[in-house]
T-cell receptor
Framework: GDSVTQMEGPVTLSEEAFLTINCTYT??????LFWYVQYPGEGLQLLLK?????DKGSNKGFEATYRKETTSFHLEKGSVQVSDSAVYFC??????????????FGRGTSLIVHP | NAGVTQTPKFQVLKTGQSMTLQCAQD?????MSWYRQDPGMGLRLIHY???????DQGEVPNGYNVSRSTTEDFPLRLLSAAPSQTSVYFC?????????????FGDGTRLSIL
């Protein structure tokens, strides 16, 4: 079945550092890929998405490129802020028949940014 | 636009009690689902629904019931609460089952079973 693997956290950075959170996936067909962010005490929010190979999703300075050849969707940001401290989830929704509407989530990566 | 609304935000129960976690969305979304989030376990799917009158089991359905009598509402019922059900529960919805539609989450219900 479908699966998503994220790097384990926490990831601890200083403000203005470069961020990469790795995400790889296993799926049949051509899934859509998502990054969600969860701030303390809140639900998950969509951060960005990409629906086909080589698409780049971007939002709030975050970017991720859908790499089918490496089955990856790594999240990057050039300069993190304290306000980016949160848990980040990579997810996919498959394109195959039967159950494709059920998303698969990674376990989440906690990001802590220090001033 | 309220989005996905969950009530209550916090609840403490005694073992054996029953209760209903409420979830409502005002976006006319077809697909709704319930997850529980536990430390180190990520999100685990409890039940889901692809439309009014249609529900199905997810990864961890035991001890929970759902119904979907309207498009807007998708309540989760704990039949006889157990300490293992202490968790944070999230309701989510999406416009339809298409693969490129993202999930919209509520802010969660934090449930403790004593």
């Amino acid at each position: 079945g479908d699966s998503v693997t994220q790097m384990e956290g926490p990831v601890t950075l200083s403000e203005e550092a470069f961020l990469t959170i790795n995400c790889t996936y296993t799926a049949t067909g051509y899934p859509s890929l998502f990054w969600y962010v969860q701030y303390p005490g809140e639900g998950l929010q969509l951060l960005l998405k990409a629906t086909k190979a080589d698409d780049k999703g971007s939002n709030k300075g975050f970017e991720a490129t859908y790499r089918k050849e490496t089955t990856s969707f790594h999240l990057e940001k050039g300069s993190v802020q304290v306000s980016d401290s949160a848990v980040y989830f990579c997810a996919l929704k498959g394109s195959g028949s039967g159950g494709s509407y059920i998303p698969t989530f990674g376990r989440g990566t906690s990001l802590i940014v220090h001033p | 636009n309220a989005g996905v609304t969950q009530t209550p935000k916090f609840q403490v129960l005694k073992t054996g009690q029953s209760m209903t976690l409420q979830c409502a969305q005002d976006m006319n979304h077809e697909y709704m689902s319930w997850y529980r989030q536990d430390p180190g376990m990520g999100l685990r799917l409890i039940h889901y629904s692809v439309g009014a009158g249609i529900t199905d089991q997810g990864e961890v359905p035991n001890g929970y019931n759902v119904s979907r009598s309207t498009t807007e509402d998708f309540p989760l019922r704990l039949l006889s609460a157990a300490p293992s059900q202490t968790s944070v529960y999230f309701c989510a919805s999406s416009r339809n089952p298409d693969s490129n539609q993202p999930q919209h989450f509520g802010d969660g219900t934090r449930l403790s079973i004593l």
